[in-house]
């Protein structure tokens, strides 16, 4: 039975797992064929309980992208930020408009706010955010320009395909530490050069392993 079914596909669906008995492990061209879209809608865009904007202020004012997701480095999650980091500007800058409403209440009665999640992942797939930013990877390559998003829009399919896909060639994305949270970047004339640089000082291996991802 071990040697059949691996540990982790014991957390992927019943159907799925047959596909997986039937094709082997190597037939992953098949499998993503038949891989279900419901976590990963392009597209995507629910409404927040506040109408805060990217755009205005990842965009226009130039706030860093980890002065609100600060675990992103660090951890397996980006995170969002607490209901003080907002309030660190808000109490002095538009102290009374109403659709910070919300936020002065959550401030005031310190219930965190509940900010709608837009990309997830199955719980059978094990993805980290500070793998991917150590090896060079930007924000911009899996969600697309955020800093011109009104609403933050799921941009990348994130479905198995487009995760090997990099993982089998990832030199075209790999950006030096300085650039990670750079929007609108435009890969550098010499970008098989920088990256086969990147790749050789910290060692990269991305690999296909179903292991990898599924644990
Ligand atoms: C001032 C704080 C702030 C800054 C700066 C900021 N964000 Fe956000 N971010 C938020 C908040 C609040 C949410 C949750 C509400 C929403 O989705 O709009 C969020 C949501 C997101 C999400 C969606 C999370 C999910 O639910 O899947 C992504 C992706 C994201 N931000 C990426 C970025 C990137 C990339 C940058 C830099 C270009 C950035 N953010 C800058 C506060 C911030
Ligand atoms: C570094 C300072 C700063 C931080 C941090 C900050 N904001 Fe803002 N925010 C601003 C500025 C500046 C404006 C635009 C003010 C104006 O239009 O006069 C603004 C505008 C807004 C507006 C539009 C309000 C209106 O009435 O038009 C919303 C909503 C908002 N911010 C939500 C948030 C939320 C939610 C957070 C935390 C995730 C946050 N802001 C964090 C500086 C900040
Ligand atoms: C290699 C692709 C990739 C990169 C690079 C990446 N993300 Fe993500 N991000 C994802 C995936 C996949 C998810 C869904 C993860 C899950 O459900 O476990 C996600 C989820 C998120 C979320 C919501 C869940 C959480 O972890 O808090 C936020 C916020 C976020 N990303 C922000 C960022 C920011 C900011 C950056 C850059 C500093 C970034 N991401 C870089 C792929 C990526
Ligand atoms: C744009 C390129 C890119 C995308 C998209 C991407 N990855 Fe990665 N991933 C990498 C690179 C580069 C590494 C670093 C490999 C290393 O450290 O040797 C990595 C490492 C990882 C690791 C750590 C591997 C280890 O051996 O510790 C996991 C787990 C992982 N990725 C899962 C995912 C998942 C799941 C997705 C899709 C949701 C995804 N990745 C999408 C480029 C990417
Ligand atoms: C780089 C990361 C990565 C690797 C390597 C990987 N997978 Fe996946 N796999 C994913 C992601 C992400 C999903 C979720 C797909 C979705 O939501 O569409 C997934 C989904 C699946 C599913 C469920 C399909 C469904 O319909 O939901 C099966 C079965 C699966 N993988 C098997 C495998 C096998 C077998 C291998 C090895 C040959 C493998 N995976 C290697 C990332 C990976």
Same mark, same amino acid.
Request: proline share 8%; net charge neutral; glycine share 8%.
């Given at each position: 039975?071990? *040697?059949?079914?691996?540990?982790?596909?014991?957390?992927?669906?019943?159907?799925?797992?047959?596909?997986?008995?039937?094709?082997?492990?190597?037939?992953?061209?098949?499998?993503?064929?038949?891989?279900?879209?419901?976590? %990963?809608?392009?597209?995507?865009?629910?409404? &927040?309980?506040?109408?805060?904007?990217?755009?205005?202020?990842?965009?226009?004012?130039?706030?860093?992208?980890?002065?609100?997701?600060?675990?992103?480095?660090?951890?397996?999650?980006?995170?969002?930020?607490? %209901? &003080? %980091? $907002?309030?660190?500007?808000?109490?002095?800058?538009?102290?009374?408009?109403?659709?910070?409403?919300?936020?002065?209440?959550?401030?005031?009665?310190?219930?965190?706010?509940?900010?709608?999640?837009?990309?997830?992942?199955?719980?059978?797939?094990?993805?980290?955010? !500070?793998?991917?930013?150590?090896?060079?990877?930007?924000?911009?390559?899996?969600?697309?320009?955020?800093? *011109?998003?009104?609403?933050?829009?799921?941009? &990348?399919?994130?479905?198995?395909?487009? $995760?090997?896909?990099?993982?089998?060639?990832?030199?075209?994305?790999?950006?030096?530490?300085?650039?990670? %949270?750079?929007?609108?970047?435009?890969?550098?004339?010499? &970008?098989?050069?920088?990256?086969?640089?990147?790749?050789?000082?910290?060692?990269?291996?991305?690999?296909?392993?179903? !292991?990898?991802?599924?644990?």
């Amino acid at each position: 039975m071990a *040697q059949i079914f691996p540990k982790w596909t014991l957390k992927i669906p019943a159907i799925a797992l047959i596909v997986v008995v039937f094709l082997g492990a190597n037939a992953v061209g098949f499998i993503w064929y038949y891989g279900s879209p419901k976590y %990963t809608d392009v597209g995507y865009r629910p409404t &927040q309980p506040v109408p805060y904007s990217h755009k205005l202020h990842a965009g226009d004012l130039g706030i860093d992208c980890r002065y609100c997701h600060s675990g992103v480095e660090r951890s397996a999650v980006a995170g969002v930020p607490p %209901t &003080q %980091t $907002c309030m660190g500007c808000h109490k002095l800058i538009l102290p009374d408009s109403p659709k910070l409403a919300p936020i002065r209440k959550s401030f005031e009665t310190g219930v965190p706010m509940e900010w709608v999640r837009i990309h997830k992942s199955p719980d059978f797939v094990y993805f980290n955010h !500070s793998m991917h930013l150590r090896a060079g990877v930007g924000c911009e390559t899996c969600h697309g320009n955020i800093a *011109q998003m009104e609403v933050v829009t799921q941009n &990348q399919p994130l479905n198995m395909a487009w $995760c090997i896909d990099c993982h089998r060639s990832p030199d075209k994305y790999l950006r030096t530490q300085d650039k990670l %949270t750079e929007m609108g970047w435009i890969p550098p004339e010499n &970008q098989a050069g920088i990256a086969a640089e990147i790749i050789h000082t910290k060692g990269l291996e991305p690999n296909d392993n179903c !292991s990898t991802c599924h644990r």
